[in-house]
């Protein structure tokens, strides 16, 4: 069973330019989880989403950010027009229910220029 | 509100002695509690967890924490480390009366192993 994947696992941007970000959850799990990890910090939650649904979005800048699970295909965090402040290393997790643990993906780092 | 509290931001220990990781929380519900670990350049992966039943976990790799509902914590500890065990800690908590099951997460520990 492969784990959560994301990709790309390094992505670089120059300031203003779209960056787009793809997991897929494990086999079987419906709940995807985004975080964000600035260097030399936790993990801040950024949104999480069922299958078609945003449920929590709390932790996500009101602007520039989206994410949407859709039916067929992998989750996607879009960050619009990037600033260098949006250099982090991204996370993916997924669970096959609520309350389950969480599965983490390897990451993507966004690096902007 | 729920937080995380990861007393120590590096741990620095030798090779083959004991260590302890600590972290609190504070939470007026009862709560699900997880240790995740990051190697460099990785995602996290699953230590351990705590959601009910005996207060000592065993997780993988060597590694038990204990919950201590009066202290509220829940400190990761491991009898002698290896240099594998460098990685970065994370403690976090979930209530389980949370609909959303969001993790609240510490800041993290970093284990030095000194050889």
């Known amino acids: 069973n492969a784990g959560v994947m994301q990709n790309p696992r390094h992505l670089v941007r120059r300031r203003g330019q779209e960056a787009r970000l793809r997991c897929s959850p494990m086999?079987?799990?419906?709940?995807v989880y985004w975080y964000r990890q600035l260097p030399e910090e936790g993990l801040k939650f950024m949104v999480y989403?069922?299958?078609?649904?945003?449920?929590?979005e709390s932790g996500m800048p009101k602007e520039r950010f989206s994410a949407e699970f859709p039916k067929e295909g992998p989750s996607i965090l879009r960050i619009q027009q990037v600033v260098r402040g949006d250099s982090a290393a991204y996370f993916c997790?997924?669970?096959?229910?609520?309350?389950?643990?969480?599965?983490f993906g390897p990451g993507t780092r966004l690096t902007v220029t | 509100a729920q937080s995380v509290t990861q007393l120590d931001s590096q741990v620095p220990v030798f090779e083959e002695a004991p260590v302890e990781l600590r972290c609190n929380y504070s939470?007026?519900?009862?709560?699900?509690l997880f240790w995740y670990v990051q190697y460099p350049n990785q995602g996290l992966q699953l230590l351990l967890k705590?959601?009910?039943?005996s207060t000592l976990v065993k997780g993988i790799n060597g590694f038990e924490a204990e919950f201590n509902k009066s202290q509220t914590s829940f400190h990761l500890r491991k009898p002698s480390v290896h240099i594998s065990d460098t990685a970065e800690y994370f403690c976090?908590?979930?209530?389980?009366?949370?609909?959303?099951?969001?993790?609240?997460w510490g800041a993290g520990t970093k284990l030095i192993i000194k050889p």
């Open positions: 976090a908590v979930t209530p389980p009366a949370d609909s959303n099951y969001q993790l609240i």
């Open positions: 989403l069922q299958k078609e649904n945003i449920i929590d």
């Open positions: 705590y959601l009910s039943g």
């Open positions: 997790a997924s669970s096959p229910r609520i309350g389950f643990e969480q599965y």
């Open positions: 939470s007026s519900v009862s709560v699900y």
């Open positions: 086999k079987g799990h419906s709940h």
